[in-house]
Nanobody, 124 residues
């Protein structure tokens, strides 16, 4: 499973950006899809998650400003970021749980994959 993230960049405070992550490779199903971020010297933490059923969860500091969505047909997950603040500056990573059936054992195997990270810089 490979993830290709795009959409980062430089934006002024109050502006908006959209991050996208395309999933490719071999899998039978995509389960939870999420965005994490990591600022210098700070632990990577989850910003938003969307389940296979479309339920969403957000980090408190981004709730009401960020929207996560997924396109099942295109195998993509998108993060719409609005009202950006300087403290949103970080490298953003997409994260996906994929389910693949192991035909030798007839058991599903779940794997977690990460995108390469895309830098978001919010200037004050």
């Amino acid at each position: 499973v490979q993830l290709q993230a795009s959409g980062g960049g430089l934006v002024q405070a109050g502006g908006s950006l959209r991050l996208s992550c395309k999933v490719s490779g071999t899998f039978d199903r995509l389960d939870d899809m999420a965005w994490f971020r990591q600022a210098p010297g700070i632990q990577r933490d989850r910003v938003a998650l969307i389940t296979r059923w479309g339920a969403t969860r957000y980090k408190d500091s981004v709730r009401e400003r960020f929207i996560i969505s997924r396109d099942t047909a295109e195998n993509t997950v998108t993060l719409h970021m609005n009202s950006l603040k300087p403290e949103d500056t970080a490298v953003y990573f997409c994260n996906v749980d994929a389910l693949t059936m192991d035909h030798r054992t007839s058991r599903p195997v779940s794997t977690t994959s990460w995108g390469q990270g895309t830098l978001v810089t919010v200037s004050s």
